[in-house]
């Protein structure tokens, strides 16, 4: 990616916390001088203090970028300070959970190019996946500059429309989370089964994150790799039977706990 134009004009990270910091450590290890980079963030860590980046200081009058990395709660206090930047030349990435296209066209103006993204927290290790669409001023060149920058921090996948950004939200946004609780029980299962906390922990840790990249790296799709580990009237057709289960096993607890996340997301942006 050509990083000159945003190297030259200025890149404003509004809101450094751990996605913020996974994405700024991404960006300077790609070759983004720290001395291109402006951090607007009260509480910065003592990690992007040491950065060489220009921090909490007067922004420049018309940056490349402006990404906006804040909790949704402290949205309302950190835009209109940006006002002055919007309906220019200066493109805005939202990676804040819950706020609309819409509602940063109402305070930056509705001609300015303003692309929203959704990652996900494995994009502290490299491994997240970013999804992002853009309002009708994102030009192609404006999507693609925020793929390569987001890209810093894992995959990226463009979506259709702004309303997919809530089921989004419910797979992947969410979802780390569901994974985490697979491995918490996976792992409390083995104890129950005799095996000692640590090890039933370090075998359900192993065995969830060797799965995902298995998954991802094989050709098979994963009902096929699933398939592939399961002798008939073996242990894994066993368990299966119970995880299968379409009416208490895997496909209504997701479905469910799915359809739960993309609702609320729905409630959350609704305001």
Same mark, same amino acid.
């Given at each position: 990616?050509?990083?000159? $134009?945003?190297?030259?004009?200025?890149?404003?990270?509004?809101?450094?916390?751990?996605?913020?910091?996974?994405?700024?450590?991404? &960006?300077?290890?790609?070759?983004?001088?720290?001395?291109?980079? &402006?951090? $607007?963030?009260?509480?910065?860590?003592? &990690?992007?203090? @040491?950065?060489?980046?220009? /921090?909490?200081?007067?922004?420049?009058?018309?940056?490349?970028?402006?990404?906006?990395?804040?909790?949704?709660?402290?949205?309302?206090?950190? /835009?209109?300070?940006?006002?002055?930047?919007?309906?220019?030349?200066?493109?805005?990435?939202?990676?804040?959970?819950?706020?609309?296209?819409?509602?940063?066209?109402?305070?930056?103006?509705? #001609?300015?190019?303003?692309?929203?993204?959704?990652?996900?927290?494995?994009?502290?290790?490299?491994?997240?996946?970013?999804?992002?669409?853009? $309002?009708?001023?994102?030009?192609?060149? #404006?999507? #693609?500059? @925020?793929?390569?920058?987001?890209? =810093?921090?894992?995959?990226?996948?463009?979506?259709?429309?702004?309303?997919?950004?809530?089921?989004?939200?419910?797979?992947?946004?969410?979802?780390?989370?569901?994974?985490?609780?697979?491995?918490?029980?996976?792992?409390?299962?083995?104890?129950?089964?005799?095996?000692?906390?640590?090890? =039933?922990?370090? /075998?359900?840790?192993?065995?969830?994150?060797?799965?995902?990249?298995?998954?991802?790296?094989?050709?098979?799709?994963?009902?096929?790799?699933?398939?592939?580990?399961?002798?008939?009237?073996?242990?894994?057709?066993?368990?299966?039977?119970?995880?299968? #289960?379409?009416?208490?096993?895997?496909?209504? /607890?997701?479905?469910?706990?799915?359809?739960? =996340?993309?609702?609320?997301?729905?409630?959350?942006?609704?305001?």
């Amino acid at each position: 990616m050509d990083m000159s $134009n945003v190297a030259e004009r200025g890149l404003v990270l509004l809101g450094c916390g751990k996605m913020g910091s996974a994405m700024l450590a991404g &960006w300077l290890e790609g070759g983004l001088p720290a001395t291109s980079v &402006w951090v $607007n963030d009260p509480y910065p860590s003592d &990690w992007v203090k @040491a950065q060489g980046i220009n /921090l909490n200081t007067d922004l420049p009058a018309a940056p490349a970028i402006v990404l906006i990395a804040v909790k949704p709660q402290m949205m309302a206090d950190a /835009l209109p300070s940006l006002q002055a930047l919007g309906g220019g030349k200066t493109l805005f990435v939202s990676v804040a959970a819950g706020t609309s296209i819409a509602t940063y066209e109402e305070i930056l103006g509705a #001609d300015t190019p303003i692309i929203r993204a959704m990652p996900n927290t494995p994009a502290a290790v490299g491994r997240g996946i970013t999804a992002l669409i853009g $309002n009708a001023h994102a030009s192609a060149g #404006d999507l #693609d500059l @925020a793929e390569g920058l987001l890209r =810093a921090v894992g995959q990226t996948v463009r979506l259709d429309s702004e309303d997919q950004m809530d089921a989004v939200t419910g797979v992947s946004g969410s979802g780390p989370a569901y994974v985490f609780h697979l491995i918490e029980t996976l792992a409390a299962a083995g104890q129950a089964q005799g095996l000692p906390a640590e090890l =039933a922990m370090q /075998l359900a840790k192993a065995t969830v994150a060797g799965a995902g990249a298995l998954a991802e790296q094989a050709e098979e799709d994963p009902g096929q790799l699933r398939v592939n580990v399961t002798s008939p009237n073996g242990t894994t057709q066993a368990a299966l039977e119970v995880l299968m #289960d379409t009416s208490n096993g895997f496909p209504k /607890l997701l479905t469910d706990a799915v359809a739960a =996340a993309t609702n609320r997301s729905k409630e959350l942006s609704r305001g």
